[in-house]
């Protein structure tokens, strides 16, 4: 993480902002030629490695207008799901961690299409299904404990969608062919760095255990009933657990504290 803090400070002026802005703008074309002019976008657009390595670099970027599902309303929905998940990750990591996240993303499904093409001889025209699904998993691996409504009816948290998801991705790895894990791990590529870069490794350090058992002596000392900070959305307090963090919100106005789960997504309050 410190080698990406030093990389940050020195480019992280070259970051793109509100970078979901253009990914929802580059969707709202891909709808367009959807239902006007499909075949435009496989002769011109799509990650056809074959045409890449002809000269169409282009494709390394066109090939994410094409939206994440077939009917109106779903890729309405859809979109906007992914581009509240894009928008609440760049506010939280920033702009300049999200695009490299994203980025990543892109490029791993370009290597994963050329790999394929020119080890196997396949000709995958890969979408950007598993770019979405990495944007979900970041989202699901920062807010775990955030709850999603499935058919506005049935709540569930993000990290138990997130573990389905993956169950998906295992039994690919596990059943599928040499050209199918390729492209796995390729397209996920953005994920698995973000996943091991960001393991908390302090948990097992000698040090960070006896300041926990000391927190924890001190807070079995304190008074019943008395605690220090409270979420103003959820209610919870430092005794619900060791690894809850607070912050006050800058932007509401009075003292308002909130969990880190809630930090980034709970409506500002304004007299």
Known sequence: MEFFKKIER??????????????VAMYVVGLFLQYTNPGFYVRWLCLDPAAILRGQIWRIVTFMVWPPFGSLLSNALMIYLYYSLGNTLERVWGAFRFNVYFFL?????????LLLYLLFGTRVILTTTYLNMSLFLAFAATFPDLQFWIWFVIPIKAKWLALIESLFILYGLLLGSAATRVEIVFSLLNFILFFFMTRNYSRVNPREIKRKQEFKTQVKMRPQGRTHHRCAVCGRTELDGDDLEFRYCSKCEGNYEYCQDHLYTHKHVTK
């Not at 020195?10 to 990914?23: E, Q, S």
Request: charged share 10%; net charge positive.
């Open 10 to 23: 020195k480019y992280g002026r070259y970051a793109i902002h509100n970078l979901m802005n253009y990914i």
């Open 105 to 113: 993303g892109v490029l791993g499904h370009v290597a994963a299409a």
